[in-house]
């Protein structure tokens, strides 16, 4: 056998040995395709746009007063303790809010969370983002309506607290409670994946 084709397998089996036991493949995503706008107004086939990187996908809404916030503040925290191997990774979030949540308001909430050009955040048509909350057991409901004395009508949605760390392939490894999993803990996962 050649060195190299030696030190490659050896490598891949150090590698294949760090992955968790516990990081199976709890869904394929690879059957469907969704196509979703970004915060730029680019058209992405979820996940085929994401190919060739591990994935943490967060879900959420931007009028959101509280777990929302807490979920973009813990993704950030694994970003950061990612460090350097932060661009091996794509942090995506998507919104289950798309009548409100267009293209031109996840690029605000964007610059609002600093979160740079690197992470996609997504949103499209009703139809297609409940298909894929559906397919991922995001659940989310309106809870509560009102209306301003401006006539402008306002609501708030009741939702699952979800991140989910998706393989290089489009494959479902573990699902996470997105504002209270531990950042620390998810961000070890994706370096068993690097």
């Given at each position: 056998?050649?060195?190299?084709?030696?030190?490659?397998?050896?490598?891949?089996?150090?590698?294949?040995?760090?992955?968790?036991?516990?990081?199976?493949?709890?869904?394929?995503?690879?059957?469907?395709?969704?196509?979703?706008?970004?915060?730029?107004?680019?058209?992405?086939?979820?996940?085929?746009?994401?190919?060739?990187?591990?994935?943490?996908?967060?879900?959420?809404?931007?009028?959101?007063?509280?777990?929302?916030?807490?979920?973009?503040?813990?993704?950030?925290?694994?970003?950061?303790?990612?460090?350097?191997?932060?661009?091996?990774?794509?942090?995506?979030?998507?919104?289950?809010?798309?009548?409100?949540?267009?293209?031109?308001?996840?690029?605000?909430?964007?610059?609002?969370?600093?979160?740079?050009?690197?992470?996609?955040?997504?949103?499209?048509?009703?139809?297609?983002?409940?298909?894929?909350?559906?397919?991922?057991?995001?659940?989310?409901?309106?809870?509560?309506?009102?209306?301003?004395?401006?006539?402008?009508?306002?609501?708030?949605?009741?939702?699952?607290?979800?991140?989910?760390?998706?393989?290089?392939?489009?494959?479902?490894?573990?699902?996470?409670?997105?504002?209270?999993?531990p950042a620390e803990m998810i961000a070890s996962d994706?370096?068993?994946?690097?």
């Open positions: 056998m050649k060195p190299t084709l030696l030190l490659a397998s050896a490598l891949l089996l150090v590698a294949c040995e760090q992955r968790p036991d516990y990081l199976k493949v709890e869904d394929d995503l690879t059957d469907a395709a969704w196509t979703l706008l970004d915060q730029d107004s680019t058209t992405v086939t979820f996940p085929e746009v994401f190919d060739g990187k591990p994935v943490l996908l967060s879900a959420v809404y931007t009028n959101c007063p509280d777990v929302c916030i807490m979920t973009m503040r813990n993704m950030r925290a694994v970003r950061e303790l990612l460090g350097p191997d932060t661009s091996r990774v794509t942090f995506a979030t998507v919104s289950f809010d798309p009548v409100r949540d267009t293209p031109s308001t996840l690029r605000g909430y964007a610059e609002t969370w600093r979160l740079g050009d690197d992470w996609k955040l997504l949103t499209g048509d009703s139809t297609e983002v409940a298909s894929l909350m559906e397919r991922i057991s995001v659940r989310y409901e309106i809870s509560r309506r009102d209306t301003l004395d401006t006539g402008q009508a306002i609501y708030s949605i009741s939702h699952t607290d979800k991140a989910l760390l998706i393989d290089t392939e489009g494959r479902v490894l573990e699902e996470y409670g997105g504002s209270a999993s994706i370096r068993a994946l690097l």
